[in-house]
């Protein structure tokens, strides 16, 4: 059975700790992605990575950093964290050409809230 | 960018009805569409999908058609269980500014089935 997954499912920090949120898959996929998924606007791509130490910003990178140093691992980072990045993170992974015959799998979420 | 519209929920259903959730898009070229679904604590999970004009995914009783002429892949389902009830996203395929391939994603419909 194909998997991806997230260090935890839940996490709460303060604000301006130093996040890592760690996604692992075991499928030797090249494309992985972090989401954010909020209430009325849905997922939201913050980074993706197409290969290792390869990375692309989505719509969304301000505050994330993001590393991949091996092809099964990618992590997501939020340097200080805030209030307004409280949220449910999805890290998922794929193929290449994710948009044609190719499915993005993804893991079970980290709901982090920020106090 | 690409974009998808999507039906706004909540949705709630009895047993046995007909279930349709609408979705549009917005692209240029000939994207892949798909519908996802996220069971209750769960990530998402491809449902079904389309590659080109015409073609109708189907899996589990749900069907979609990709109508290329009305920009439309709408979700249908002839008789929901209350195991169906779900966050539904439709999402199509997207690519990035240097040319990478990602998924783009509505903001989700909730579906509740009550027996």
């Known amino acids: 059975d194909v998997k991806v997954t997230q260090s935890s499912r839940y996490l709460v920090k303060r604000t301006g700790e130093k996040v890592f949120l760690e996604c692992v898959q075991d499928m030797d996929h090249e494309n992985m992605f972090w989401y954010r998924q909020d209430p009325g606007l849905g997922l939201r791509l913050i980074y993706f990575?197409?290969?290792?130490?390869?990375?692309e910003k989505g719509d969304i990178p301000e505050g994330y950093s993001v590393s991949r140093e091996k092809k099964e691992r990618f992590s997501l980072i939020l340097e200080s964290a805030s209030t307004n990045q409280t949220s449910m993170y999805l890290c998922a992974s794929s193929l290449p050409k994710t948009g044609y015959n190719t499915e993005a799998f993804f893991g079970q979420g980290t709901r982090l809230t920020v106090v | 960018g690409n974009s998808v519209t999507q039906m706004e929920g909540p949705v709630t259903l009895s047993e046995e009805a007909f279930l349709t959730i609408n979705c549009t898009y917005t692209?240029?070229?000939?994207?892949?569409l798909f519908w996802y679904v996220q069971y209750p604590g769960e990530g998402l999970q491809l449902l079904l999908k389309?590659?080109?004009?015409?073609d109708k995914g189907s899996n589990k009783g749900f069907e979609a058609t990709y109508r290329k002429e009305t920009t439309s892949f709408h979700l249908e389902k002839g008789s929901v269980q209350v195991s169906d009830s779900a966050v539904y996203f439709c999402?199509?395929?997207?690519?990035?500014?240097?040319?990478?391939?990602?998924?783009?994603f509505g903001t989700g419909t909730r579906l509740t089935i009550i027996p």
């Open positions: 692209a240029t070229g000939y994207p892949s």
């Open positions: 990575s197409y290969d290792v130490k390869m990375k």
């Open positions: 389309a590659t080109k004009a015409d």
């Open positions: 999402a199509l395929s997207d690519r990035t500014n240097f040319g990478n391939e990602k998924l783009t």
